[in-house]
């Protein structure tokens, strides 16, 4: 029978990257989304990338008889990624109460469901901000976890725990958390990529607003950080390799029987960048010249912080192949046919 997988936000950015890498690896994505922070036209190019048109419902992931009601509908759904939350931790300062509401209710139902439909496989998506502002780098899953500054940040330290707390009372199903850094870039064929609403909150989403003359200039927050060029540190990570890095976490979950029940990774490529190698980068290889300047620090930013991959490498077989060069490229071609549409 055909091994069909639960994707809970699989028209967002994540998801949707990730519905075409479970395609390419014979996994069958049944997409679920309330179209909060998505388009329905995000399934048009999928069609196009994949060749067939994926199963969709438009549906909240908190309402558990609805999901309960698709899996009826798709037999076979042996597991579930589970991206649909609110993802903008501003926001989530001004209304936690919205975020916690989403992000765990959804949580708890998909869970629920994976438990009532008999299903062998849970992924997660967290977040490198459980780590906080570490003290060593780079962070491995044995960093300590830190107390969350922002709502968002605490929903997904407090799903990591129920999730563990589900699992460790018996759940029947195994689950993984996977803890991504920055995700950048979009598909090669430009037919997905990131689709921010409003003012993007994200460097690259500004970046290329900032190059088409949306925006008239990037303002880089902070060049006085400990850093070798002052300006912030993060792991950016392609969106194509974290997408490939759930479908190593479902095959896992689904052959590997002595596997733990529940496993926590980090999801980068190991490699520090600056903010300011990110910009100096995406001009060089896109040929472009982008207007910046600095700004003070932002209230919440982080001064540096990269992953440890090397558990993922040496248990899931997963690591970050493409080249940041590549990345920016796709990242403007991306852009350039969202001015198309
Ligand atoms: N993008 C990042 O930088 C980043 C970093 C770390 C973790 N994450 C996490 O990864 C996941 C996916 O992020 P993304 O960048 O693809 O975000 P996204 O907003 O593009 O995708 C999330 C999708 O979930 C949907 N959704 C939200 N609430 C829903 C609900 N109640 N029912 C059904 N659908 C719902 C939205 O419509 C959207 O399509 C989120 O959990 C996010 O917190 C993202």
Redesign the pocket.
Same mark, same amino acid.
């Given at each position: 029978m055909e091994k069909k997988i639960l994707v #809970?936000?699989?028209?967002?950015?994540?998801?949707?990257h990730t519905c075409v890498q479970l395609r390419e690896a014979g996994y069958h994505p049944v997409i679920?989304?309330?179209?909060?922070? @998505?388009e329905v036209s995000v399934l048009d190019g999928l069609e196009k990338i994949i060749g067939e048109r994926l199963p969709f419902y438009e549906?909240?992931?908190?309402d558990k008889e609805a999901l309960i009601g698709i899996c009826k509908k798709e037999p076979g759904i042996v597991g579930i990624i589970?991206? #649909? #939350?609110?993802?903008a931790v501003g926001e989530s300062v001004e209304k936690p109460l919205s975020y916690y509401r989403?992000?765990l209710?959804?949580l708890i139902s998909l869970l629920e469901v994976a438990e009532e439909c008999r299903m062998k496989a849970f992924v997660f @998506?967290?977040?490198?901000?459980v780590y906080g502002e570490a003290e060593i780098q780079p962070v491995t899953e044995e960093t300590p976890i830190l107390p969350a500054t922002s709502p968002?940040g605490n929903t997904?330290q407090i799903a990591e725990e129920i999730i563990t707390d589900a699992i460790h009372a018996g759940m029947p199903f195994k689950a993984i958390l996977l803890r991504?850094?920055?995700?950048i870039g979009a598909h090669p064929s430009a037919m997905i990529g990131?689709?921010p609403r409003g003012v993007p909150q994200?460097l690259l989403p500004y970046v290329c607003q900032t190059a088409a003359g949306i925006r008239k200039e990037l303002k880089i927050f902070g060049n006085d950080y400990d850093t070798p060029d002052g300006t912030c540190i993060r792991d950016y990570i392609d969106i194509n390799d974290l997408a490939n890095a759930h479908v190593k976490a479902i095959d896992r979950m689904l052959e590997v029987k002595e596997a733990p029940n529940v496993e926590a990774f980090n999801i980068g490529t190991g490699r520090g960048v600056s903010v300011l190698e990110i910009v100096k980068t995406f001009e060089k290889v896109n040929g472009l010249t982008l207007p910046y300047s600095f700004a003070p620090r932002r209230e919440g930013d982080i001064e540096k912080i990269w992953a440890d991959p090397k558990k993922a490498l040496n248990v899931l077989g997963w690591k970050a192949t493409r080249s940041l060069d590549d990345t920016l490229k796709s990242t403007w071609k991306w852009q350039m046919r969202l001015q198309e549409k």
């Open positions: #809970a936000g699989g028209l967002g950015y994540i998801g949707s679920v989304d309330n179209l909060s922070n @998505s549906a909240d992931c908190q589970n991206f #649909a #939350a609110y993802k989403n992000n209710n959804v @998506s967290s977040s490198c901000t968002y997904k991504y850094f920055n995700p990131e689709l994200n």
